[in-house]
């Protein structure tokens, strides 16, 4: 399971590097994605199987289920870690995200998130002021702590 925040930065070439906890759990190779919230998803091969298979389960005819399939494929590129713990991260992606130098690596259960670090900060600020509301969202999930 990821968990855990960490600051990095992107070197002129796009590169970043990966904390070695979350090396250990990536593996070898991993897909990293457009998220969520302005973010970049990074998933485990084995957790991107599991959710292109939920995607395949869309029915192609619904016009939502083909706009978000295309959002998350369209974008997904397969990634390595090199010998120094990076990994290049697409323009295209770098681009969604708004990732220029400063960056967050946010370790969410069964993915990785990787944000600005100013956009990051300005939704620390917004959890904390809307989390009582969001707790209770939760509840209404099913979910109580």
């Not at 900060?121 to 509840?139: C, F, G, P, Q, T």
Request: net charge negative; aromatic share 12%; glycine share 6%.
């Amino acid at each position: 399971m990821f968990m855990g925040e960490y600051n990095h930065s992107i070197d002129s070439k796009g590169r970043l590097i990966m904390p070695a906890k979350f090396r250990e759990i990536l593996g070898e190779s991993f897909v990293v994605t457009k998220g969520l919230d302005g973010c970049l998803f990074v998933y485990p091969d084995s957790e991107w199987k599991i959710f292109e298979d939920k995607l395949k389960t869309l029915p192609l005819t619904n016009k939502n289920a083909r706009r978000f399939t295309r959002f998350f494929l369209a974008g997904a590129a397969n990634c390595e870690v090199d010998k120094q713990g990076r990994i290049l991260l697409p323009q295209v992606l770098r681009e969604f995200a708004g990732l220029e130098k400063d960056v967050v690596l946010v370790g969410v259960a069964s993915r990785i998130e990787i944000w600005s670090k100013k956009l990051w900060d300005e939704s620390v600020n917004n959890y904390d002021m809307d989390m009582d509301e969001v707790a209770e969202d939760m509840a209404n999930l099913g979910f109580s702590i």
